[in-house]
Nanobody, 119 residues
């Protein structure tokens, strides 16, 4: 298992930037995928960005060109750089780690960090 702790959220003006961090309690080198999800007020949780163990990345259409997911294996940390933020980006952002055990996916989640984009 793995424990995940997000940080870096806060209040930012439209057009501004934030970098979220997800610190894992163990090495992330062997984790199948890690990613960021978000839950806007009153809506379902949705995927934002995923990075695989092969360092391939996938982004939601709504954030392509604005957000970048990256990892630092030495620090057991995954980042989400968010640029050109919009009010629609307001949400609680959650870090996710997906492990594959005996062919089954097991998911772990952080506690979430709130991002508010407002003027």
């Amino acid at each position: 298992q793995v424990q995940l702790v997000e940080s870096g959220g806060g209040l930012v003006q439209p057009g501004g930037s934030l970098r979220l961090s997800c610190a894992a309690s163990r090495s992330i080198f062997s984790i199948y995928t890690m990613g960021w999800y978000r839950q806007p007020p009153g809506k379902q949780r949705e995927p934002v960005a995923i990075i695989t163990s092969g360092s391939r990345t996938n982004y939601a259409d709504s954030v392509k060109g604005r957000f970048t997911i990256s990892s630092d294996n030495a620090k057991n940390t995954v980042y989400l750089q968010m640029n050109s933020l919009k009010p629609d980006d307001t949400a609680v952002y959650y870090c996710n780690a997906a492990l594959v055990v005996a062919g089954n996916e097991v998911d772990y989640w952080g506690q979430g960090t709130l991002v508010t984009v407002s003027s």
